[in-house]
């Protein structure tokens, strides 16, 4: 993690970096958590949404896992109070087995008294949060080296049964804190490049990765076509049927073209409303014609059910391609699509339901 923040960023422009500090996850999460205090300012509107959201990911996770790797004379007592605290105790008797463990799934908390075992936790990298309690008993020395090998935190094996719930409580509250971030990370990620209706790539990943899909091309002078769909008359869809019924249609015209097409090679996204592009690398003008007339067909073949009605649906497809990308291809995402846009129009011109 970069010592620096990136003043830009909410969070961390927001957040105290004392000397590798930012270097532990574990305390950069205890910083975010320092900052969760209620505010009842309407100027904090959306940060009490996302709290709120945060809240309920909190309260939907599964328990954290714990490792517990000390002498039986501790393991009781240890694993009475990890489990209390709302974790998933799994023990183990060696360092090996701690490390075959942890190497089969993340457990975000150990606690141990093998001081080697630390090290080699901190050795991994690990990209997940994880948190290391040792178990010693009392002296400093021990407690300078314990922290000098990355422990979190540093307990003795005296210690009360309510500082044990309090140390790991505040562990189960980070680890909880860390998994639902690293959640919402993974859905924002997801709602940034997917249309939500239909599953396809959206407007987002479209704007971006169309470009870059010419731009490979033409390194290798490779042809690409691409397809501008329309779904015909569907505002009538809509006033007839409903907007629940209009969602439906999309979504199964949506399945329906991304069937047709070769995985991992050609991609869908839509543009907004009832207007689709499909994307096909690798593929000339004739090969595009020849798999949008599947698509069209695939299309108007077979009514779509929404509810107990079926409604008949067809589209229109403009197409544009290239033989060859040329190597000094500027401005040639907009030509083509602009190409292709042209087409879709004359199609609705002449009738609709064509290519």
Known sequence: MNKNPDPADPITSELSF?????????RLVRQILKRRAPTSSPSHAAGDDTSATVTVMLRVQPPPRALLVVDEEYRNRLRVAL??????VFLCSSRDQALEAMAGGHHPLVVTEKLELVQRLRELKLSRLLQIILIGDGTDWRADNALRAGVDEYLDAAASDALLQARFGSARRTSDLESALRTALVENRRL????????VANRRFYA???PREIARAARFGHPISVIMCDIDHFKQINDKYGHPA????LRQCAQRMQKCLRRGTDWIARLG???FAIVLSETNLDKAVSLCRRVREAVANQPFATGKIRVQVTASFGVAGIDS????????????MSVADRALYRCKEAGRDRI
């Open 273 to 275: 409303g009832e207007e």
């Open 83 to 88: 489990e209390d605290s709302g974790f998933e």
């Open 325 to 336: 990308v040329p190597r000094k291809a500027k401005g040639l995402a907009e030509r083509l």
């Open 208 to 210: 971006t990765h169309y």
């Open 246 to 249: 209009g969602d439906d249609v």
């Open 192 to 199: 940034a490049t997917v249309d939500e209706l239909t599953g």
């Open 18 to 26: 004392e000397d590798g500090a930012a270097e532990s996850p574990t």
